[in-house]
């Protein structure tokens, strides 16, 4: 049966990186039997020029009716200066929030071909592979009462809330130990348990769900501990559940251990599968409108989709392998290169679709 994906550029970079991704889908929907409906709408700062809000109701609805979603990236600099509500990036997160998108699965993995891009000794990276799933719907960045307020004395307080229902932390547990299960087995929560009540709660909820994963190893790590061990020993790791916070700083450290911001995708999902898949980097103004941005992370993106929302595990890993084939044949957009020659967008673009198509050749 036919699958709908809603695709939405974005700003910046978005529209160049997305165009890259629908080449693939074409190719995937002319050559390996992919049947899926792609249909264009507006978000972010493009949206809010056309009709004066980040998130309209006509692409809401879009991606509600549909199977996934792919975005590029939302937000430039001329939109800093609005109010909260009309910029860019409150569009996305109104997005998250309205299709539940709870789940965050932001993999770090290191090509072997890129060992070199990475800040940390290649002994400590080569083979990386981890993902981390952060809840995103909730905690301190939706929390409220929330706000900058004025006190008796004059002064200004800001002020945000902490707080995990029972539900949230049982549903964001099953949606990492279901992943663990699908790889090496073993979980990391991370909190503040020694500080937070919320943490607490946290950590109670997951040795709960545990009890029904007897197969996962579960273990425990304190935010600032986690840090740490990200940067000295990250092989350790094989998939992390932590809160929306702590993940979000988390997720950014892990993704540097890789070396490049431009290769690595992200997935979004609510409780049946349905998921927002993008790019884990933004709308790159610095590089916007030339050609060089690194559509790696977008195209990765879709064999994300692939396999957890289109349920097309097999189309999935080709893109996967393909991917691994560009690289290996030495294709390096700028931020990759090394010194050495770079190709440009549609250029990579180009060469995934070449070596996808080779594999059904092959
Ligand atoms: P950014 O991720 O856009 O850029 C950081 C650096 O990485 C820049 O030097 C950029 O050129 C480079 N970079 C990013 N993606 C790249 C790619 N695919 N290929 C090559 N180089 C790449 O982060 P920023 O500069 O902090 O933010 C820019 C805008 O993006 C802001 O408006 C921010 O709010 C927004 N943003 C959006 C999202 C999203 O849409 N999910 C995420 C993060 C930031």
Same mark, same amino acid.
């Given at each position: 049966m036919s699958k709908k994906i809603a695709i939405l550029p974005g700003d910046g970079i978005g529209t160049e990186i997305v165009a890259e991704a629908i080449k693939l889908l074409d190719c995937l929907n002319q050559d390996f039997g992919l049947d899926a409906e792609l249909e264009t709408a507006a978000i972010g700062g493009a949206a809010y020029d056309e009709s004066?809000?980040?998130?309209?109701d006509s692409t809401l609805a879009l991606c509600k009716q549909a199977d996934a979603i792919l975005m590029g990236s939302v937000g430039a600099p001329q939109y800093e200066s609005l109010d909260r509500e009309t910029r860019p990036e409150w569009g996305l997160l109104q997005l998250r929030a309205s299709l539940e998108l709870f789940s965050n699965l932001r993999p770090a993995m290191l090509y072997p071909q890129l060992v070199? /891009?990475?800040?940390?000794?290649p002994e400590l990276v080569s083979g990386l592979d981890i993902m981390i799933v952060r809840e995103l719907t909730g905690g301190i960045y939706f929390g409220e009462p929330r706000g900058i307020r004025t006190l008796e004395s004059g002064e200004r307080e800001g002020f945000n809330t902490l707080v995990y229902a029972e539900h949230e932390i049982d549903r964001i547990a099953r949606s990492a130990f279901d992943i663990a299960m699908l790889r090496n087995r073993k979980l990391c929560s991370v909190d503040k348990a020694n500080v937070l009540e919320v943490s607490e709660l946290w950590r109670e909820v997951v040795k709960d769900v545990a009890r029904e994963y007897p197969e996962v190893e579960l273990s425990h790590l304190y935010v600032d501990n986690a840090s740490m061990q990200l940067v000295r /020993?990250?092989?350790?790791?094989?998939v992390i559940v932590t809160g929306n916070m702590f993940g979000d700083i988390l997720s950014d450290t892990a993704a540097m251990l890789t070396g490049s911001i431009g290769m690595l995708p992200s997935a979004s999902l609510d409780k049946n599968g349905k998921g927002l898949y993008e790019p884990i980097h933004g709308s790159a103004p610095d590089i916007a409108?030339?050609?060089? /941005?690194?559509?790696l992370a977008t195209i990765l993106s879709v064999a994300m989709m692939l396999r957890y929302s289109l349920e097309q595990t097999e189309l999935a890993n080709f893109v996967d392998v393909a991917v691994g084939n560009v690289l290996n044949q030495g294709f390096r957009t700028a931020d990759i290169a090394d010194g050495t020659n770079s190709v440009s967008t549609s250029d990579m673009g180009d060469a995934v679709v070449a070596a996808l198509r080779a594999l059904n050749d092959s």
């Open positions: 004066g809000r980040p998130l309209p070199n /891009a990475s800040s940390l000794k /020993a990250p092989k350790q790791f094989d409108g030339k050609s060089i /941005a690194n559509p």
